[in-house]
């Protein structure tokens, strides 16, 4: 069975710091791309960030763009989220899921349960 497990999740003060980790039992990282998504309560699902399978390429949201860095360890098949100063507004679950490529309009059945962020004071 298909397994995407988030972990790195909790609270932290505005201006902190976490690292989400994505581990995966298949989609290999050569092959597969990996992304970060979140949603918050009342919110539309916002596509975070992604690294390509190719050539370990990078996109982010504007509105994480120059906090938030997307890596891979292609021998644990893990990505990894470094969030850095963090602010209230990015408070929501986040999700890793798997697709071919990072452009895809469609991510498919496979993703992690979640793992909630939650930046307050």
């Known amino acids: 069975q298909v397994q995407l497990v988030e972990s790195g999740g909790g609270l932290v003060q505005p201006g902190g710091s976490l690292r989400l980790s994505c581990a995966a039992s298949e989609f290999t990282l050569d092959y597969y791309a990996r992304g970060w998504f979140r949603q918050a309560p009342g919110k539309e699902r916002e596509k975070v960030s992604c690294?390509?399978?190719?050539?370990?390429?990078?996109y982010y949201a504007d509105s994480v763009k120059g906090r938030f860095t997307i890596s891979r360890d292609m021998a644990k098949n893990t990505v990894y989220l470094q969030m850095n100063s963090l602010k209230p507004e990015d408070t929501a679950v986040y999700y890793c899921?798997?697709?071919?490529?990072?452009?895809?309009?469609?991510?498919?059945?496979?993703w992690g349960p979640g793992t909630q962020v939650t930046v307050s004071s």
């Open positions: 690294i390509s399978s190719s050539d370990g390429s990078t």
């Open positions: 899921a798997t697709s071919r490529m990072c452009g895809d309009s469609d991510w498919g059945d496979y």
